[in-house]
T-cell receptor, first 111, second 113 residues
Framework: GESVGLHLPTLSVQEGDNSIINCAYS??????FIWYKQESGKGPQFIID?????DKRQGQRVTVLLNKTVKHLSLQIAATQPGDSAVYFC??????????FGKGTRLSVIA | DAGVIQSPRHEVTEMGQEVTLRCKPI?????LFWYRQTMMRGLELLIY????????DSGMPEDRFSAKMPNASFSTLKIQPSEPRDSAVYFC???????????FGEGSWLTVV
């Protein structure tokens, strides 16, 4: 069946460096994508979203890139900080159906 | 807005007991979702409602699980009888429409012993 998956289950980066978290999706009909951040003991928190008519969207220190040709989504975090340590999930939706979540990538920031 | 509110935050119960988890969605959100999160299976959608009507409950693991949404501001997820393998974090989320960004509550951490 179609699913959302992640290339890297864990990622360690030095404080101040940029982080890139990747996500592959297989449903070519997906037209809406979201990145969530989940800190320990908390619920997933919406970070940034992008629709399929765009290939890039920027937020505060975060950028989401969408490559529909290869069905790839990435989250870039600039100047990674210790507070960025968390599990990051990508999620996709198509039509009027609920989000489908990936398994998550754990980001560890080394001070 | 206070966000999605869930209760209880933590519950420890004995196997066989009934568990009721509660959720108050964000006012004005028409869609409500119940998720379960475990280390093994990740985040799983159990059921979702749109305008208080259950739309898809295919994620509900067994008949022991049931969910209701009697009005736009309240939903429950019930497990009866509970089993140790039900131990997980249960999240409620709401959104304006089924395919828009879900806003999650802080979760209910359930341990069945």
């Amino acid at each position: 069946g179609e699913s959302v998956g992640l290339h890297l289950p864990t990622l360690s980066v030095q404080e101040g460096d940029n982080s890139i978290i990747n996500c592959a999706y297989s449903n070519s009909a997906s037209d809406y994508f979201i990145w969530y951040k989940q800190e320990s003991g908390k619920g997933p928190q919406f970070i940034i979203d992008i629709r399929s008519n765009m290939d890039k969207r920027q937020g505060q220190r975060v950028t989401v890139l969408l490559n529909k040709t290869v069905k790839h989504l990435s989250l870039q975090i600039a100047a990674t900080q210790p507070g960025d340590s968390a599990v990051y999930f990508c999620a996709e939706a198509s039509g009027n159906t609920p989000l489908v979540f990936g398994k998550g990538t754990r980001l560890s920031v080394i001070a | 807005d206070a966000g999605v509110i869930q209760s209880p935050r933590h519950e420890v119960t004995e196997m066989g007991q009934e568990v009721t988890l509660r959720c108050k969605p964000i006012s004005g959100h028409n869609s409500l979702f119940w998720y379960r999160q475990t280390m093994m299976r990740g985040l799983e959608l159990l059921i979702y409602f749109n305008n208080n009507v259950p739309i898809d409950d295919s994620g509900m693991p067994e008949d022991r699980f049931s969910a209701k949404m009697p009005n736009a501001s309240f939903s429950t997820l019930k497990i009866q009888p509970s089993e140790p393998r039900d131990s997980a974090v249960y999240f409620c989320a709401s959104s304006p429409t089924p395919d828009s960004g879900d806003i999650f509550g802080e979760g209910s951490w359930l341990t069945v012993v």
